[in-house]
């Protein structure tokens, strides 16, 4: 290391070498040689947030008479230049760090004053003019300033999820009624079970993520309650006592979000169950999204020893040793993804209940693993829709001899000739390879008009006792 490659900058554990063109300073340069962790750094949505943070709360200082207009002007220079991610590459940190946030809030801290100090015409690592704790940090605590970034973060995130989900809605819907003549068999514990029409089944599958839809929009709006002001431990000290209104009414200016104060400052610093319950409510949808992946794989089996009723889209040759092999690789991303999420809903749970006291530390593991969870499901769902579920056709012929074939259809005769009866003639059919409907006019017990209407798919596949409800009104 020679010094011409690094200025020394001295802090409260005395001097520390940081590269010389670094606009960071000694307390993000050390955590960098203490997190090695992961090698992944300040997603650039927090990196987004944390200026916003930074520039309200420099905002709220002035107006309170805390930095004078003079200074303000170079905070919120450097700050909106952060906005706009101009300094990204300077956000070193990692996302798996100790010290509940504080190097990611001195990386922010740093940043910001060495680019104001600059911009005033101050040499990088100069803070006599604008110093990172008694300016940018000024009325905060990383233990409310993380929290309140990474929740603005969230809200701008999770936007394009709902957006995709929404898009995956509108396929699935559009499925419905192209499918909604193809009737297949039911299957209940992977036994054939009475007719459905696929665009019933895909109809299914919307209703059951628009109900997931509601639950993200709705947990993420708890997110929009910040603790700012909060300062260590929710008490506020340090803090003017107008900041904690006047920071968040600022900082609804400088996002474009509706936050408000929490009810209880001590509260929410120590307690992250809104993060809980945000990430939970994405976990649920990964649940329904996965099954639906189940069902269509088990659908798309064969293409001649499987169910083979729908045909995926062919995307890239399945096997290295199989010749023509073609392989559900959308779905089974799509499988994996959920199943990451899944994980991340374990480490989230945990991080939330380890928590100490008057604060949880372990928040920042918590975030990278919700940013993670909602990134992630964006992408995927974005393939899904356009490499899968848009092009899915129906083989709406063999779909139909497997209902012809099997023994499903015979709950829908049981009104008309008895339980005793369609069970025993299915068992028949069964053991004598024979069709049931076949069986049944054989015995007499229904004329083939009648056997024609009770088999229509739309007697089959609504509610009412086929062949019989329009003699009944």
């Known amino acids: 290391m020679t010094t011409k490659h690094y200025r020394l900058e001295t802090d409260s554990l005395g001097d520390f070498p940081v590269p010389y063109d670094a606009y960071y300073g000694s307390q993000t340069a050390r955590s960098v040689q203490n997190f090695s962790i992961t090698n992944q750094h300040t997603h650039p949505t927090m990196i987004k947030a944390l200026g916003m943070v930074k520039k309200a709360a420099a905002i709220a200082n002035n107006k309170l008479g805390y930095i004078d207009d003079e200074r303000l002007k170079f905070i919120k220079a450097a700050c909106e230049e952060v906005i706009l991610g101009k300094f990204n590459n300077q956000f070193v940190t990692d996302v798996i760090q100790g010290g509940a946030g504080t190097s990611v809030n001195m990386n922010a801290n740093e940043v910001i004053a060495n680019r104001a100090n600059e911009l005033a015409g101050y040499p990088l690592g100069s803070y006599e003019y604008i110093h990172p704790n008694d300016h940018i940090n000024f009325s905060q605590s990383t233990n409310d300033v993380f929290p309140t970034a990474s929740r603005i973060a969230l809200i701008y ?129 990964c649940t329904n999204l996965s099954k639906m992946c189940n069902d269509l794989r088990l659908m798309a089996s064969g293409p001649k020893a499987g169910f083979n009723e729908i045909n995926l889209p062919e995307k890239q040759p399945g096997s290295s040793i199989m010749p023509g092999k073609v392989n559900p690789v959308i779905l089974e991303v799509t499988n994996q993804v959920c199943f990451q999420v899944f994980g991340n809903d374990a480490t989230i749970t945990k991080a939330a209940e380890a ?66 009866k369609a069970s025993a003639l299915a068992k028949q059919a069964l053991t004598e390879n024979k069709l049931l409907k076949n069986l049944i006019i054989e015995h007499g017990l229904v004329s083939p008009e009648e056997l024609s209407e009770i088999l229509n798919i739309d007697e089959m596949t609504r509610p009412g006792i086929p062949g019989k409800r329009h003699k009944n009104k």
Request: aromatic fraction near 6%.
């Open 355 to 420: 928590g100490q006291l008057e604060l949880n530390v372990f928040e920042p593991v918590l975030i990278f693993n919700l940013i993670q969870s909602i990134e992630i499901l964006t992408n995927v769902l974005d393939t899904l829709r356009i490499n899968c579920i848009d092009g899915i056709t129906a083989n709406k012929e063999w779909c139909q001899h497997l209902v012809d074939i099997s023994m499903g259809t015979a709950t829908a005769f049981v009104p008309t000739i008895g339980y005793k």
């Open 157 to 285: 995130l999770v936007d394009d999820l709902i957006a995709e989900i929404k898009l995956l809605i509108n396929s699935l819907n559009k499925k419905s009624v192209e499918f909604k003549s193809v009737l297949k068999l039911g299957r209940t514990h992977l036994q054939d079970a009475v007719p459905i029409t696929l665009g019933q089944e895909m109809k299914a599958y919307g209703v059951a993520m628009s109900r997931d839809m509601k639950r993200i929009h709705t947990s993420f709006r708890e997110l929009r309650d910040v603790n700012m002001g909060a300062t260590a431990v929710g008490t506020g000290l340090n803090a003017d006592e107008h900041y904690q209104k006047l920071v968040v009414q600022v900082l609804n200016d400088v996002t474009g979000i509706d936050l408000s104060i929490t009810k209880d400052l001590i509260d929410s610093t120590r307690h992250v169950d809104p993060l809980v319950w945000a990430h939970a409510s994405i976990s649920t949808f």
